[in-house]
């Protein structure tokens, strides 16, 4: 008897990563991060810096105001937050 075996293509969606500076850590586990970026006018061509503002799980507590920081993408762990934040060396 033969076995037949199938290959299972396996999808594995990359998280995105971002960069950013902690403006508030005044909730409990959660940080503000603010992520900047340059836009480019499509006219003009001038380029001009353009903010976010992302709420991160800081699961110790240990990142301040600040800090330069990674947020990773995430699975939603309240209405706001869906990312996780961790502190560049």
Do not use: C, F
């Not at 076995?3 to 500076?21: S, Y």
């Not at 503002?53 to 105001?65: C, T, V």
């Amino acid at each position: 008897m033969k076995k037949e075996t199938k290959k299972v293509n396996i999808i594995v969606k990359k998280r995105r990563v971002l960069h950013g500076v902690v403006v508030s850590d005044k909730m409990d586990k959660t940080v503000v991060v603010r992520v900047d970026r340059l836009k480019m006018d499509s006219k003009y061509k001038k380029r001009y810096k353009v903010s976010k503002k992302y709420k991160a799980h800081d699961e110790e507590n240990k990142l301040k105001e600040g800090d330069l920081v990674e947020i990773t993408e995430n699975k939603p762990m309240s209405k706001d937050k869906k990312w996780v934040a961790q502190k560049i060396k």
